[in-house]
């Protein structure tokens, strides 16, 4: 029997093949294959030809509304968007950086995002680039309660409102959301040791909701609408086998067992365990095959330094992200993990990303001398 064949898909500007490495992704129901139907680059030179007529901000704003981009000027705070190289690669890296491009894994279009243009550039279209826009949203972000991630798990509406209680709703303060987060991570650890699925981890954030919900009805003397918050809780753990009587019994661990066991992989030798260097040794031997990975190390400082600046960013207040890798967090090969040089796909997927090499600086030079 004869299998279909995958379709290969072609820019439509340029006939360029498409894939990850040249290709934006785009909502579904935007397009059949989930990838635009352009090239970057053919996009990019879309935004460079509206950009020399009306200026760099109003093209973008066009740009994203022709392509189903989401418009979100936030991403772009710490960027000189008006004098940088590759501005429309800028932006889609900003966006693809700072995950506001998707949400719950699914890709964003441009009704997510800014979509009027007065909206943006004032009445009149007085304000010429996003800086305006930029200063109102940073005010507006600096105003909500919460961090991001607590605006993004627990949501930013009333909590609860009880009926025909007008102004006692249960708003999300900063202490409903350390309230939220506390309960969620009593109920996470008493699952300590076992693989969570996502549908159980969303069970566990409702039902930390109407913990905290039933919490505060105790409070206004609400003691019937409590209650039967209670016993919704015990109905929704029970409907995914996740109450305390539901545990499967833990089976007996024999020790003698287990030292065979260890014994057997060369992890202990006559009933003692190997020193911390000798483990490594061993598990470097028996599990690690190098090259293990099929790029360079600076793909491993690129991760490190995108870590460290989501760190930066959610602090509170915000610092500014770094551009450089001090040389006390650059990775080094010990085990000859990675490729010694940037393979041609890696260095693809830069161009792509508009990002170069880390630069590694070394902090410590001249303090010992």
């Not at 710490?78 to 693809?96: K, Q």
């Not at 995108?306 to 930066?312: P, Q």
Request: net charge negative; glycine share 6%; proline share 5%.
């Amino acid at each position: 029997m004869a299998t279909k064949k995958k379709t290969e898909l072609h820019c439509h500007a340029c006939n360029a093949p498409l894939d990850d490495s040249n290709c934006r992704r785009v909502p579904s129901d935007f397009s059949y294959s989930g990838y635009s139907a352009y090239c970057v680059d053919c996009e990019a030179a879309f935004f460079d030809r509206l950009a020399s007529i009306e200026g760099r901000s109003i093209a973008l704003f066009h740009t994203c509304a022709a392509l189903n981009i989401p418009l979100k000027p936030i991403v772009l705070d710490s960027v000189d968007f008006e004098n940088c190289d590759e501005p429309f690669r800028t932006y889609i890296t900003a966006l693809s950086m700072s995950k506001k491009g998707t949400k719950r894994g699914k890709v964003l279009g441009f009704e997510s995002g800014c979509t009027a243009l007065q909206e943006v550039f004032g009445k009149g279209l007085s304000h010429k680039d996003f800086a305006a826009y930029i200063d109102r949203e940073r005010t507006k972000i600096g105003k909500l309660q919460g961090t991001v991630e607590q605006r993004e798990r627990w949501g930013t509406e009333p909590l609860y409102e009880p009926p025909g209680t007008k102004g006692s709703a249960l708003t999300m303060t900063k202490e409903v959301y350390e309230d939220l987060d506390r309960v969620y991570d009593t109920r996470v650890s008493a699952f300590k040791g076992q693989d969570l699925t996502p549908q159980q981890l969303s069970v566990l954030v409702r039902v930390s909701k109407k913990e905290v919900i039933a919490d505060f009805l105790m409070r206004k003397g609400l003691t019937k609408a409590a209650a039967d918050m209670e016993k919704s809780i015990s109905a929704m753990l029970a409907d995914e086998n996740m109450r305390p009587k539901d545990k499967k019994p833990v089976e007996e661990v024999r020790i003698d067992a287990l030292v065979l066991a260890l014994e057997e992989a060369g992890l202990m030798e006559n009933g003692d365990l190997l020193t911390y260097d000798e483990l490594i040794e061993v598990l470097r031997d028996r599990f690690i095959k190098a090259p293990k990975y099929e790029y360079s190390l600076d793909v491993a400082d690129q991760t490190l330094l995108y870590i460290i600046n989501a760190m930066r960013q959610n602090a509170e207040p915000p610092m500014p992200p770094i551009q450089e890798l001090s040389s006390e967090f650059a990775h080094e090969d010990i085990y000859g993990e990675f490729e010694p040089e940037e393979t041609e796909r890696e260095k693809e997927n830069k161009r792509y990303l508009g990002i170069t090499k880390v630069n590694i600086v070394d902090n410590k030079k001249g303090e010992e001398e």
